[in-house]
Nanobody
Framework: QVELVDSGGGLVQAGGSLRIACGASTSTFFFKHIGWFRQAPGKQRELVAQIDSGGNTLYANSVKGRFTISRENAVNAVYLRMNSLKPEDTAVYYC?????????WGQGTQVTVSS
């Protein structure tokens, strides 16, 4: 069983930056991949960024060049640094991890970008 805890969301003005964090109850080294999804009101949950066990990253086209995912195995954490935020980035952001062929989710953290 894996527990993921999301934190760091908040309110920021357009053009600003924010870093959100995901803390895991087990070493992130063992995850096949870990990343972030987001869900805006009335929309489906979508993949934002992901990093695999080899350090390879994947980003949604809408965030490429603005968001950076990183992993710190020593403290069992994954981060999403978000720069040049836009109002359309407003959503609940969820950490997601694949571990032993099961998907695990954090509780979500709200990111609100004002125009």
């Amino acid at each position: 069983q894996v527990e993921l805890v999301d934190s760091g969301g908040g309110l920021v003005q357009a053009g600003g930056s924010l870093r959100i964090a995901c803390g895991a109850s087990t070493s992130t080294f063992f995850f096949k991949h870990i990343g972030w999804f987001r869900q805006a009101p009335g929309k489906q949950r979508e993949l934002v960024a992901q990093i695999d066990s080899g350090g390879n990253t994947l980003y949604a086209n809408s965030v490429k060049g603005r968001f950076t995912i990183s992993r710190e195995n020593a403290v069992n954490a994954v981060y999403l640094r978000m720069n040049s935020l836009k109002p359309e980035d407003t959503a609940v952001y969820y950490c997601n991890a694949k571990y032993q062929d099961r998907d695990y989710w954090g509780q979500g953290t709200q990111v609100t970008v004002s125009s």
